[in-house]
Structures are given as structure tokens and as C-alpha cells.
């Protein structure tokens, strides 16, 4: 777990990377999100930062794999699995896009249901 001083130097790297993948500099926002990561592995916006300059450079098969760590982290996480979808279907690889597709809207619908419980 990362310390108060290291939570700042963390989102500190996350945004200067996301700044820089946002200016087209995607080998800096790499190693930004590269930083981040030796301070916390388990970052998910770091590892998600990953998965995006991969799929931006259309290098699909990182992406993937990079959002499979994210479903790992968050089994819940709705937008890791929708993410993953894009990139299997970007791949090529539609079963698999369709299977986390599918598990995204299961797991918003679960949401939903839970939410509508709360207001109930």
C-alpha cells in the first residue's frame, strides 16, 4: 500500500502520462505509467493508461492483456471488461469481445438492480 507522499507522486505520473498520451507522445506516457506502476503494481489507472496507448498504436494483443490484469484487480469493474471487449474486437477476436461484452452489461445490470434496491 502506497504511502500519502507516494498517492501524490502516483496520480502526479498518472496524469503527466495521460497529458502526454493526449499529445500524441505515447513512448513518455508509457514510462509515466511504467513509474506508476513500480510504486504500485495494482494501479488500475496506470495499467488501464497502458492498455490505451497499446490500443492506440493498435497493438491489440498488449491491450488485451493489460485489460485482463484490470478484470483481474476488479472482477466487477464494468468499464475493464467493456474495455476489453473493444480490444478483442479491434483484434479480431469477436467471441471474445462478445463474452466480455456480455459480462459488462451482467455486471451493470447487477448494479442497476442493486442501486434500485438502495432507492427502494
Known amino acids: 500500500m502506497a504511502d500519502n507522499d507516494e498517492i501524490s507522486e502516483i496520480e502526479e505520473l498518472f496524469y503527466e502520462g495521460t497529458d502526454l498520451h493526449g499529445e500524441g507522445k505515447s513512448d513518455e506516457a508509457m514510462a509515466c505509467f511504467d513509474k506508476c506502476l513500480e510504486i504500485d503494481p495494482d494501479y488500475a489507472d496506470a495499467i488501464l493508461g497502458k492498455a490505451m496507448v497499446h490500443a492506440s498504436r493498435e497493438e491489440y494483443e498488449p491491450a488485451i492483456e493489460f485489460a485482463k490484469r484490470l478484470v483481474e484487480i476488479d472482477p466487477d ?34 448494479r442497476e438492480l442493486t442501486d434500485g434496491e438502495k432507492e427502494g
Do not use: C, H
Not at 464494468?78 to 452489461?105: C, D, H, M, W
Open 77 to 110: 469493474d464494468v468499464l475493464a471488461y467493456t474495455n476489453l471487449s473493444v480490444f478483442y474486437q479491434r483484434a479480431g477476436k469477436i467471441p471474445e469481445a462478445e463474452e466480455a461484452g456480455a459480462k459488462a452489461r451482467m455486471l451493470d445490470w447487477k
